[in-house]
């Protein structure tokens, strides 16, 4: 096994791209990549995405990819891993490189979620659960999350104001990141206030529907420096499954495919938690957050929410979490957002994370959740000095 | 004809009766069948029926639906933990949501999940209503 670094990032702004179609985000965010790590060829394209076919009309996205890149030569193919397809394609590129097969890889996210109605969006959202079970009863997304937090509310007592400095905090971070799609904070009260989804899940406690695109270039660390002068290494690259619906899981609020993936990446990396500069979670919902963070061991069961109330989880706290804005605020982008977290935290790593900079980071994970919970890529980078 | 027709009519079992199965390894109950068993990963194919007996483990009222459920909002989901062992998520009725609980017993009954548009199909299955709703109801 050969180490793997990341020489190249790219990404879209997250937002409603009504004059940007799928080809257009793939292109921006691919060679904004690839002339980060200064090359025009490589071996191969894996393009992590879920809604093409469904939203879009268009799938086999690895051919266009390669096309409209105008990366003639190289083989590509589409990932699909619901909302962790972003990290799957990262994982499948890593171990091309790592296994020593391919050399250079570019890992692209994309999605595309604004083409149709809110609704018909909803819908295809919901395929990443249990279609004959969960989604023939009418449920959304958001309500499977709903009933995770409504059972958390009732076993450990919080209260649902109790969720709402996750999402302050995205917020006042997103505020200062020019690709995200929310770059305002929001208070408190804003969120006590929010319009109901399901409840106990309001408006303020889900990410958004957008679209964009996030891209890395993969190499061999041997060489990486030859290519770019601050590459970063994948120290760890690990995943982890669990039932697909969540009414099949032992215990629904333990998350325990993330518990488990977080492990096998520390592992990996042969490192402890309290090494790490900043955590890159899941946080399409608050209560994912919470249970995201009670999974890798910075928190006990039920005390997740603590972390949020006594500022952790802020930039300057003991565990940082979405410093770029995260799901909540940064966006949502299911197919991409593992490939923004990875971006984002290669920032950190590089220095360049401007306002929201982390004092001397150097260790930083990500954590890419498909459907809710099912499956979880985590990913440990770490500067090359 | 509705895609998914052909789905609706293969799953009739589940959806009207709460066909499960039995391991005859350890005795557990499995819904939905799935032929192995979840807790000891034998062989499971013994037919069982479920009673359609349990209480709310969990539960969320949907105001922003999926296509195809928008005019039935809001309505109240809910994961309900059958007394055989199994959750199973499923709309609650015949209840506002205001008086739904965590730990209310429910209890199984058939009535129309969705529509497919003037010329398609009515899908029907199961919903989960108090378990004292035929009691009081009987005695009003």
């Known amino acids: ?385 | 004809m509705d895609p998914k027709v052909v789905n609706d009519w293969r799953l009739r079992g589940q959806r009207y009766r709460l066909e499960g199965e039995l391991c005859d390894h350890c005795g557990e109950a499995i819904f939905p069948p799935r032929d192995i068993c979840p807790k000891c990963h034998e062989p499971a194919k013994t037919p069982q029926t479920l009673s359609g007996r349990g209480e709310v483990y969990t539960f969320s009222t949907i105001y922003s639906a999926p296509e195809g459920f928008e005019a039935y909002t809001p309505y109240t989901v809910a994961l309900v933990k059958l007394e055989e062992g199994p959750i199973v998520t499923a709309q609650l009725t015949d209840v506002p949501p205001a008086e739904v609980q965590i730990g209310m017993p429910v209890e199984m009954v058939t009535r129309r999940l969705r529509t497919h548009g003037e010329e398609g199909t009515i899908v029907y299955g199961y919903k989960f209503r108090p378990a004292s709703f035929w009691h009081a109801s009987t005695q009003a």
């Open chain 1, 1 to 385: 096994m050969r180490e793997v670094a990341i020489i190249g990032i790219g990404q879209t702004p997250v937002d409603e791209h009504w004059s940007a179609g799928i080809r257009h985000l793939m292109f921006d965010a691919g060679r904004a990549a690839l002339e980060d790590a200064n090359i025009d060829r490589v071996d191969a394209v894996y393009v992590g995405n879920m809604l093409s076919g469904e939203i879009v009309g268009q799938s086999h996205l690895g051919a266009l990819a390669v096309d409209f890149l105008d990366l003639d030569g190289a083989e590509a193919f589409k990932v699909e891993a619901a909302c962790a397809s972003g990290a799957a394609a990262l994982r499948v590129g890593y171990l091309a490189v790592a296994s020593g097969v391919l050399d250079i890889v570019l890992a692209l996210g994309v999605e595309k979620m604004t083409d149709t109605s809110g609704r018909e969006t909803t819908l295809a959202l919901a395929a990443a659960a249990d279609a004959e079970y969960e989604v023939s009863q009418g449920i959304s997304f958001v309500a499977l999350n709903a009933l995770l937090m409504r059972r958390y509310m009732h076993e450990y007592g919080w209260r649902r104001e109790d969720f709402a400095n996750f999402a302050v905090t995205a917020h006042a971070n997103g505020a200062n990141n020019p690709y995200a799609m929310f770059q305002s904070p929001i208070t408190p009260e804003a969120y006590a206030r929010a319009t109901m989804i399901a409840t106990p899940v309001g408006l303020l406690d889900a990410s958004p529907v957008c679209d964009g695109a996030a891209a890395v270039v993969l190499a061999p660390a041997e060489y990486a420096r030859t290519l770019n002068p601050t590459p970063v290494k994948i120290r760890a690259s690990a995943v982890s499954m669990a039932p697909l619906a969540v009414h099949d899981r032992n215990d629904p609020l333990a998350l325990e495919a993330a518990a488990i993936s977080a492990h096998k990446a520390l592992e990996q990396a042969s490192i402890v938690r309290e090494d790490l500069d900043f955590f890159e979670l899941h946080d399409a919902f608050t209560i994912m957050a919470a249970l995201s963070l009670e999974a890798a061991g910075f928190a006990d069961r039920g005390k997740g929410v603590r972390l949020a109330l006594d500022g952790d989880i802020a930039l300057g706290g003991r565990i940082p979490i979405a410093t770029m804005g995260g799901l909540k605020a940064r966006g949502h982008p299911v197919g991409a957002t593992g490939l923004y977290q990875v971006v984002e935290s290669i920032l950190q790593l590089r220095g360049l994370a401007g306002v929201n900079q982390i004092a001397d980071a150097k260790l930083g994970m990500t954590q890419n959740i498909g459907g809710s919970g099912a499956t979880i890529f985590t990913h440990i980078l770490e500067t090359m000095s």
